[in-house]
Every structure is written in C-alpha cells, then in structure tokens.
C-alpha cells in the first residue's frame, strides 16, 4: 500500500485516478438512491448497454473520417447514446403496461449490436472499447476529469432543482400525480440524471462494472438510514470510500482496481446484511 503513494509522486495519474472515483462518487450519491427506490436498475442497465451503440459510433466516426471527427472520443459517443434513450425509456416505462421488460431487452440489444458491428467495421484494432466495457481509471487524463467534473455539477445541478419531485416519485407515485406533479416530466429528467451518473460511473470501473457501483452503495445507504438525504450522505460516503482504499490495497499485484472496486463493495453490502439479520429476528 505505501508503494502507492511513493509511485504517486513520479505518476501524476495514480491521483487522477483518486479524483476521477470522488467525482465519480458525487454522482453516485446523488442518484443512487433515486435508482433504488424506485427500482430503475434494469433500466438503468439498459442505458448503460444502448451507450455501446454511441460508443461504437464514436470510434468508427474518429477512426473512418478523422478529419471531421477526430475529435471525437468514444466516451463522448456514449453519452449522447445514453441522453438519447433515456427519455424513450422513461416514456417505456409509463405508456407501455405489458411486456416492458421485453421491449427495454430488445433495446439493450440492439444498441449492443450495433456498438458490436460498428466496432467490426472500423479499420484496426481500438483499445478504447476494451477501457469502455472494463473501466480505466488507472489512466484517467486531465480532459477525462474536466468532463467528469461538468457531468458531476450538472448532476448536481438538476438534482437540487428537482429533488422535492424526485422525493414523491420515490414515495408515492400516485400520490405525487394527485397533486398534479407531471410525472412523465419528472421521470425522464431523472433517466438523464441515471444516463449521465452511468457514463461517469463507466469511467471508473467500466461498462460491465457499472450497475454495481450505482446500485450497491445505494442499498448500503437505505439500509443504515431511513430517510433520502441521509442515504444520500452515506452513499457518497461509501462511493468514495470503495473508490479509493481497494485501487490503494490492490495496486502492484494482478488485481485490476476496478475488479478490486466492486468486490470490496459487494462485500461491505454482504457484511451489513448479515449483521442487520440477527437484530430483524
């Protein structure tokens, strides 16, 4: 572990890497809750597989026409996928009453599919989908965290603006109806905050990763607490926490941190289980 910080001070980005999972932790905590309340993991899976479609994109754009857009960056094409569906999930989600399962699936699908045979097609080899699908934050640059920063404070952002509508859906959304709160509305604002929070969770431990991370830390939140601020709070803290001491405790040996990531959060939320079952009995 000490080796760690020795090697930080010659490797500028061992501390990105630090910083890019407290960023990543802010969003974490702020819509992670919202995400297990409402029970929106399997849609917010969805949003996180469509993106390999924007993903797929932005590669084979870059790469085919890099003139025009060579610019581009695959993470880019990931997010304007995610922002895209995230409002026909939302509208999914309230108009279709059967089968949505089947549809949001045949979505996943074929968002994958295309990123897939995108991907195919591109001339040469692109490690950038490999970082997509697996996480990278052992070389996150200083663009990767100024765009982690803006996603952040947008989340942010939104979020206190529209926290007292995201709290009655979280509630009652019937209730929250009766008293004219524009549900539609208030559902796709919160899958643009769930699809910008994937892309920057995507960043840290990548694509496959991602739902862990966005719901784990969540559920440890609204197990030791029982109001949404709170959770909020306890979230964020978790987030940080398992974003930083298991990339610390596993760097120089074979672990992958983002493997390191997720295992230590699956296991703090296995270890609060067990100890909170005796006292349930």
Known sequence: MSQFFVDAAV????????????LASVSCGIV??????????????????????????????????PTVFGWLEPIHGGLVAALVSAPLLAVLKHRVKERLDTMVGALWAVGMSVGILLIKITPGYHTELMSYLFGNISFVTRRDLIFLAVLSAVVIVTATLFHRRFLALCLDPEQAELRGIPVLTTDIVLFLLIAATVIVLTQIVGLILVIALLSLPAAIGTRLTTRLGPSMAVTFIVSALVTTLPRIAVYGTPVSPETAIVLATAGLYLLIVLRQRPRAR
């Not at 993991?41 to 085919?64: Q, R």
């Open 11 to 22: 490797n500028p980005f061992l501390w990105s890497g630090l910083v890019a999972g407290g």
């Open 32 to 65: 992670g809750p919202y995400v297990v309340s409402r029970r929106l993991l399997f849609l917010a899976g969805a949003l996180a597989h469509i993106a390999i479609g924007g993903v797929g994109a932005a590669i084979y754009l870059s790469t085919v026409h």
